[in-house]
């Protein structure tokens, strides 16, 4: 079973940036997809982004495409989410995961204690 800690959320003003950490530990990092979902109050925890073990494919909601970056380093067993460009509606707890399939959100079943995202003026 892998642990997850992520880190990085604060308050940001509308189109501004932020950059978020998840650490792993417990297990081998490499042989597990890796992603980022988010829950906005009142609603349900829906998908943001996925990686593959590899780090060579990305998956993103319509929603974030083009001002979201997934990333990973293996050697630091670390991945990365870089928001830019944010807006209000991306405010949320954002969850750091780890799963078996990319493509597939719903096979990622270990997960962080999440980090806060506000985006307001």
């Known amino acids: 079973q892998v642990q997850l800690v992520e880190s990085g959320g604060g308050l940001v003003q509308p189109g501004g940036s932020l950059r978020l950490s998840c650490v792993a530990s417990?297990?081998?990092?490499?042989?597990?997809?890796m992603g980022w979902f988010r829950q906005a109050p009142g609603k349900e925890r829906e998908f943001v982004s996925t990686i593959t073990r590899s780090g060579s494919t990305t998956y993103y909601a319509d929603s974030v495409k083009g001002r979201f970056t997934i990333s990973r380093d293996n050697a630091k067993n670390t991945v990365y989410l870089q928001m830019n460009n944010l807006k209000p509606e991306d405010t949320a707890l954002y969850y750091c995961?780890?799963?078996?399939?990319?493509?597939?959100?719903?096979?990622?079943?270990?997960w962080g204690q999440g980090t806060q995202v506000t985006v307001s003026s």
């Open positions: 417990g297990s081998t990092f490499s042989n597990y997809a």
């Open positions: 995961a780890s799963g078996k399939l990319a493509p597939i959100p719903s096979t990622f079943t270990s």
